[in-house]
């Protein structure tokens, strides 16, 4: 009897000591996002890297074209503030996440040619690569 109840003590102890690291551990590693507006909350980050490495691609940028970002002294990599909405680029990006939803939503993915749908359109299909896509044959000339 008596050996069995230091036994639970220890167990207990164990158990109460490995939630505590477990939840120190967490807390170390909680990168979750917390200003997400138009991408679901629970968005993993895995996703919302990737998710982001896309924009950057598509749009032919850095991070920090939407990010603020300051240059740490002595350090190769800026300090980013990624749930900071300071610059105006992250909130037109969030206008464009909306209207890429809603054109593939009510146009693009209703739209059957001989019973095949289509990919749904993406920010490369209109950036290809530039932050700024030629959005007139006016402009293309313009920028000649
Ligand atoms: C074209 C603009 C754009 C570029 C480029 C971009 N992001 Fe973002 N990012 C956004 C927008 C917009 C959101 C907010 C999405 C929302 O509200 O659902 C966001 C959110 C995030 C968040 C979540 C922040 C939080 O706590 O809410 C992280 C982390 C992030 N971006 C990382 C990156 C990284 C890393 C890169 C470079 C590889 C990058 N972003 C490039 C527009 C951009
Ligand atoms: C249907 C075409 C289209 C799609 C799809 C599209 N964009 Fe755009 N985007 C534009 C146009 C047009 C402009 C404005 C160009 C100009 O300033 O003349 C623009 C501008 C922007 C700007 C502002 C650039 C600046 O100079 O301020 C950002 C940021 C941006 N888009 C991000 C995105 C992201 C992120 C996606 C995907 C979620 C996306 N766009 C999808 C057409 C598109």
Same mark, same amino acid.
């Given at each position: 009897?008596?050996?069995?109840?230091?036994?639970?003590?220890?167990?207990t102890l164990c158990a109460?000591?490995?939630?505590?690291?477990?939840?120190f551990t967490l807390k170390d590693h909680d990168d979750k996002a917390t200003n997400l507006k138009v991408l679901p909350k629970n968005t993993s980050e895995e996703d919302l890297h990737n998710i982001m490495r896309g924009y950057?691609?598509?749009l032919g940028v850095r991070c920090n074209y939407c990010h603020v970002s300051q240059e740490v002294p002595g350090q190769q990599h800026p300090k980013f503030d990624f749930a900071a909405d300071d610059k105006p680029?992250? !909130?037109v990006a969030r206008d464009m996440m909306r209207?890429?939803?809603a054109i593939n939503a009510?146009?693009?993915d209703?739209?059957?040619?001989?019973?095949?749908?289509?990919?749904?359109?993406?920010?490369?299909?209109?950036? !290809?690569?530039?932050?700024?896509?030629i959005?007139?044959?006016?402009?293309?000339?313009?920028?000649?």
């Open positions: 009897m008596k050996i069995n109840k230091k036994l639970l003590l220890v167990s109460g000591i490995l939630v505590i690291t477990q939840s950057s691609k598509a680029e992250k !909130n209207m890429v939803d009510k146009y693009i209703k739209i059957q040619t001989n019973g095949h749908a289509w990919e749904q359109i993406t920010c490369v299909t209109c950036h !290809n690569g530039k932050a700024t896509p959005v007139s044959t006016d402009s293309l000339m313009k920028k000649q």
